[in-house]
């Protein structure tokens, strides 16, 4: 069956801001829930249509814009919403686009080459690296960073809310597949997750079961222009194990619910 997200078309916008509340610090970020590929980037894939979808179904993290916007919904404050709005294959907005991606070892910095199972996914090295930078990664890391810019001036303060799911079985591409693979896994940066954010995460997750730090993936997003120099933004990252809300790979169950009113509870105790 394909599941192709289909609600961005080619010539739009590569991501979304959903206004919350003036008053909220709260920014949701969704980076890895579409499986939109623009048609011209495809066609320097080296997938066929069957082995795309399937490839779809592994590295996106499937109804996660869903959870976002269940748990904005539901809180007392609505969170803003910052939601990309192509499919990681196009470009990972959360990589570094250099040498300091340690992903880059196994094909997967900011313009994969690999796939999950370590099969070619483009040329390497991409012809089309610098245009796909150009085109999608460097205008989301504006946008986002005006995102944080504009909390800030609001509020004072910004929250960042990674909004993730991993596979309940390790993938070749990972890095620390044997790492523990708790229900919930929250992902922090010694700078940017103040220790009254991550309990405040682990009090809120807890109906999910355990929450482990930084196991398997770790840290968090924060627009360069802060990082590790404005104390004012705060951020973590939230990687749900897929079976606690989906028949894997990509069919939401009962947990999906569940898993929404947790992160609503996060976002209402952050302000």
């Not at 250099?98 to 080459?113: F, L, P």
């Not at 482990?212 to 196991?215: R, Y």
């Not at 590790?228 to 104390?231: K, L, R, T, Y």
């Given at each position: 069956?394909?599941t192709?997200?289909r609600?961005?078309?080619?010539?739009?916008?590569g991501h979304?801001?959903?206004?919350?509340d003036?008053?909220?610090?709260?920014?949701?970020?969704?980076p890895?829930?579409?499986?939109?590929?623009?048609s011209?980037v495809?066609?320097?894939?080296?997938l066929d249509?069957?082995a795309?979808?399937?490839?779809?179904?592994?590295?996106?993290?499937?109804?996660?814009?869903d959870?976002?916007?269940?748990?904005?919904?539901?809180?007392?404050?609505t969170?803003?919403r910052?939601?990309?709005?192509?499919?990681?294959l196009v470009?990972d907005?959360?990589?570094?686009?250099?040498?300091?991606?340690?992903?880059?070892?196994?094909?997967?910095?900011?313009?994969?080459?690999r796939?999950t199972?370590r099969?070619?996914?483009r040329?390497?090295?991409?012809?089309?690296?610098?245009?796909l930078?150009?085109?999608?990664f460097?205008?989301y890391?504006?946008?986002m960073?005006?995102?944080?810019?504009?909390?800030?001036?609001?509020?004072?303060?910004?929250v960042?809310?990674?909004?993730h799911?991993?596979p309940?079985?390790?993938?070749?591409?990972?890095l620390?597949?044997?790492?523990?693979?708790?229900?919930?896994?929250l992902?922090?940066?010694?700078f940017?997750t103040?220790?009254?954010?991550?309990?405040?995460?682990?009090?809120?997750?807890?109906?999910?079961g355990?929450s482990?730090?930084?196991?398997p993936?770790?840290?968090?997003?924060?627009p360069?222009?802060?990082y590790?120099?404005?104390?004012r933004?705060?951020a973590?990252?939230?990687?749900?194990?897929?079976?606690v809300?989906?028949?894997?790979?990509?069919?939401?169950h009962d947990?999906?619910?569940?898993a929404?009113?947790?992160?609503a509870?996060?976002v209402?105790?952050?302000?």
């Open positions: 069956m394909d192709t997200d609600s961005a078309q080619d010539a739009g916008p979304r801001i959903v206004p919350g003036p008053a909220s610090p709260v920014i949701l970020h969704v890895h829930g579409s499986r939109t590929v623009p011209p495809r066609a320097g894939l080296l249509a069957a795309l979808e399937r490839e779809l179904d592994l590295i996106t993290d499937a109804h996660t814009q959870l976002a916007e269940r748990a904005a919904r539901a809180a007392p404050v969170p803003w910052f939601v990309n709005e192509r499919s990681r470009v907005p959360e990589r570094f686009p250099d040498a300091r991606e340690e992903m880059r070892a196994v094909g997967m910095g900011a313009v994969y080459t796939t199972q099969a070619p996914l040329p390497e090295p991409p012809a089309d690296e610098e245009s930078l150009a085109t999608y460097h205008p890391a504006r946008a960073t005006r995102a944080v810019d504009d909390r800030l001036a609001a509020t004072g303060r910004a960042v809310i990674d909004v799911s991993y309940s079985r390790a993938l070749p591409y990972e620390h597949g044997t790492d523990p693979r708790p229900p919930v896994c992902g922090t940066d010694p940017h103040p220790p009254t954010l991550l309990a405040l995460a682990r009090e809120a997750f807890a109906p999910l355990e482990g730090l930084n196991t993936f770790a840290g968090t997003y924060v360069l222009r802060h590790g120099s404005d104390a933004v705060s973590l990252m939230l990687e749900l194990r897929r079976d809300y989906l028949d894997e790979p990509v069919t939401p947990g999906l619910a569940k929404a009113s947790c992160l509870h996060l209402e105790a952050c302000g």
